[in-house]
Structures are given as structure tokens and as C-alpha cells.
Nanobody, 124 residues
Framework: QVEVVESGGGAVQPGGSLTLSCESS????????MTWFRQAPGKDREGVAI????????LYRAPVRGRFVLTRDTAKNTLTLQMTGLKPEDTGTYYC?????????????????WGQGTQVTVSS
């Protein structure tokens, strides 16, 4: 059974920083994409940052571009999301997903394995 474990959430003031980590028992080589999603209360889950395995280059949703940095450690199957300049609209539960199939890496339905989520709250 594949395990996906997130850590690093918390509460910060606007402008603050947090780092989220995700470790998976599934090899990154077995998933074309490994992605951080977030879900705000009352809203759909949306992709925030994608790590494409073949290129090693991250893709970001426009509102977080320039503020979030996604990196990976393929030896440890770990994905790290460094978040700076946090805004109240970044608040939500952040989920790590892996086990993607051949569809869009931005789509929730494309992923087979999910972590339990970690809460990020940005508030003054």
C-alpha cells in the first residue's frame, strides 16, 4: 500500500513563510507528476504546484508564481513546497498527490494516492 505523508502546515500572519514536505512510498519514477493541491473551505480542490518527473521542472498556478518554490529529492521521494509572501487567500488544507495517470497533472481525478492533508492558515 502506498503511503503519502505531509508535514509542515501551521498558522502565520500575512507575509509570512511556511515549508510543506511530502514523502511518498511510491517512487517518483512511477508517477509522471507529483503535485501539491489545496482546498479552501467551500471550494474545490485545486492544483498549486506540480513537479513533472521527466523534466524535473515545476509548474505553478498563477496566483502562487513567484512566491512558492517546489523542489524534489528523488532519492527520498520527497517533495518540498516553500511558501513565502503568504496571503489570506492561501489558507486551506494542502494535499500531496502522486500516482498520476496519463491525464492532466492539474486534475484531481488524475491521482491515485493522496496524503491526509496539512492545514495552512494565513491570518492577522
Amino acid at each position: 500500500q502506498v503511503e503519502v505523508v505531509e508535514s509542515g502546515g501551521g498558522a502565520v500572519q500575512p507575509g509570512g513563510s511556511l515549508t510543506l514536505s511530502c514523502e511518498s512510498s511510491l517512487s517518483m519514477a512511477d508517477s509522471p507528476c507529483m503535485t501539491w493541491f489545496r482546498q479552501a473551505p467551500g471550494k474545490d480542490r485545486e492544483g498549486v504546484a506540480i513537479m513533472v518527473y521527466l523534466t524535473g521542472k515545476p509548474l505553478y498556478r498563477a496566483p502562487v508564481r513567484g512566491r512558492f518554490v517546489l523542489t524534489r529529492d528523488t532519492a527520498k521521494n520527497t517533495l518540498t513546497l516553500q511558501m513565502t509572501g503568504l496571503k489570506p487567500e492561501d489558507t486551506g488544507t494542502y494535499y500531496c498527490a502522486t500516482g498520476s495517470s496519463g491525464g492532466s497533472c492539474w486534475e484531481v481525478a488524475n491521482y491515485k494516492y493522496w496524503g491526509q492533508g496539512t492545514q495552512v492558515t494565513v491570518s492577522s
